[in-house]
C-alpha cells in the first residue's frame, strides 16, 4: 500500500522496466571502463552503446541517469 504522504513528484520504477540480469550488468560495465564516464556528455556516450546492445537483445530502455545511478 502506497503511502498518501509520499511526494508527489515520486516517481519510482517505471512500469514496465525490467530488472538487470547478469548480462545486462556485464554489457553495462563494459561500457563504463571503455567511456570511464564523469561528465553528463560521457554518461551520455555510455548510455547510448548500453542501449545499442539493449535494443539488439530485446532489453529495456535506460536513461542514462538510471545506469549512472546502478553504477
Not at 530488472?19 to 564523469?38: A, Q, R, S, T
Amino acid at each position: 500500500r502506497v503511502s498518501s504522504s509520499a511526494p508527489s513528484n515520486f516517481t519510482g520504477r517505471q512500469r514496465g522496466v525490467q530488472n538487470y540480469g547478469e548480462e545486462d550488468l556485464k554489457v553495462l560495465f563494459e561500457c563504463i571502463l571503455k567511456h570511464k564516464p564523469g561528465g553528463t556528455t560521457a554518461w551520455e556516450a555510455m548510455a547510448n552503446d548500453y542501449n545499442q546492445y539493449a535494443a539488439t537483445k530485446g532489453r529495456s530502455y535506460r536513461e542514462p541517469k538510471a545506469l549512472k545511478e546502478k553504477y
